[in-house]
């Protein structure tokens, strides 16, 4: 239930002490699938990878030119050049190259593998080539071995490449294709259950005008899901009746590795969650308040040796408990640290204060990040509203930590702004840089 009134909490746990009786009370065990090489963008990898063969796998060419043998170039110069016969031509990916004999030479393009016994290439444009008679004239001696990459310099046998909980790039891709590996393990994605509650809760906007209130939220958890790395299972809306409630927790405990309940955590002086949840067995409900303004109604539960979030129903307070538990329980299954996250330094462009009433807990600032025109720093402008308003999201591309001890932030003062994948893309500002 997204609008609803929540019982006064006797005392607030810590973010910190919250989280670590949560992990105390489940069990993470993080597993590997393996994928095609093409697929894993973005994963994180479970084991070490290294090298099995060098790059390149023999001695190559980093100029177009000619393959030849130094002792017969050493002497070379413009009154007396040295003039070879070009005996063939090097394709890209040869590796069954004749050997040259003294006086012999061989064309060969960047990146083409050398005859086994040459170690000299002179550049296209330091020599006059004849293809009548094919016959190279070279006019000046280079040093021995000049424009070749000896086999194995950018990559040798049983280097290194990546080591476990590596997270994969484009460029990272390329790299595995280079050296032959087809197949990677890496850190398979948890499931996460979602679960809507409120009677009141509809997926479908023509029954608004009746009385129902749109399910946004679900949507908004579902791609912050995704974008952080886990796998979303949408269990769909369950309405204010307790075996419902205890039904649908029962499914998702069966199914996933993390379950999402949103809004729901009081109806009116009773909690149905958290009574159903306590019903079902030990340890239950650990926390039932949380020292995060917005969202200091989240709770949070284990049973089963599985996570329960149960996050409040105001758009704000759902957010904001979902980055504090959601992400760094979702990172420990795919081989991330908690609190590895990106950040960008920026200067904030008003006076900010926490609301008085909750000054003493950790606050979430969100910011509209954009480059100033008149100066290179980043700007952070502080985006504040109600905990339900949609448009606060909207407007921000990054949000601010705020520790429990600080409760005001001067205008001008750094801040760091982390960014979230789904929540932090560009908009069509062209001056905004995230």
């Known amino acids: 239930m997204y609008d609803i009134m929540h019982k006064e909490v006797n005392s607030y746990l810590s973010i910190r002490s919250a989280f670590n009786k949560l992990r105390k009370n489940i069990v993470v065990q993080p597993v590997s699938e393996e994928v095609n090489t093409r697929d894993p963008l973005g994963r994180v990898l479970y084991n070490d990878i290294i090298s099995s063969i060098d790059i390149p796998i023999h001695d190559s060419s980093h100029m177009d030119g000619f393959a030849v043998l130094y002792d017969d170039i050493s002497n070379a110069s413009r009154l007396n050049p040295v003039i070879l016969k070009v005996i063939n031509e090097i394709k890209l990916g040869n590796t069954k190259i004749e050997p040259l004999q003294p006086r012999q030479a061989s064309r060969i393009p960047t990146g083409g593998y050398l005859p086994r016994n040459s170690d000299t290439v002179i550049p296209i444009e330091y020599v006059q080539y004849n293809e009548n008679d094919r016959s190279v004239k070279i006019f000046s001696e280079f040093p021995k071995g000049s424009f070749v990459s000896p086999a194995g310099k950018d990559i040798s046998k049983n280097k290194l490449l990546f080591k476990k909980g590596h997270l994969i790039r484009t460029q990272d891709i390329s790299l595995l294709n280079l050296v032959g590996i087809k197949k990677v393990k890496i850190f398979k994605k948890p499931k996460v259950a979602i679960i809507a509650t409120g009677s009141e809760l ?13 399910n946004t ?24 009746n307790i075996k419902d409630i205890h039904n649908k927790i029962k499914l998702a405990l069966s199914q996933n590795d993390i379950i999402i309940t949103i809004g729901g955590s009081s109806v009116g002086h009773k909690d149905l969650l958290a009574e159903s949840i306590n019903s079902m067995g030990q340890p239950g409900i650990l926390a039932e308040g949380i020292k995060l303004d917005r969202g200091r109604v989240t709770k949070i539960a284990v049973l089963k040796n599985k996570p329960i979030i149960i996050l409040p129903g105001p758009i704000q307070g759902a957010v904001n408990a979902f980055i504090v538990f959601a992400i760094p329980l979702i990172r420990s299954f795919i081989g991330l640290s908690h609190n590895n996250k990106v950040t960008i330094n920026a200067h904030i462009t008003d006076n900010w204060n926490a609301r008085k009433q909750f000054q003493n807990f950790v606050k979430i600032l969100y910011v509209h990040l954009s480059a100033s025109n008149t100066n290179n720093r980043i700007r952070a402008k502080p985006i504040t509203g109600e905990t339900s308003n949609m448009t606060v999201m909207t407007r921000a591309n990054g949000y601010v930590i705020v520790p429990e001890k600080i409760t005001t932030i001067e205008k001008e003062n750094e801040v760091h702004v982390n960014l979230l994948s789904g929540f932090s893309f560009p908009s069509c500002n062209p001056i905004d840089l995230v």
């Open 217 to 240: 939220n679900g949507p908004i958890i579902y791609t912050l899901v995704e974008a952080s790395g886990g796998i979303p299972v949408d269990l769909g809306i369950t309405t204010d």
């Open 202 to 214: 509809t997926n479908n906007i023509e029954e608004v005008t009746q009385g129902k209130v749109l």
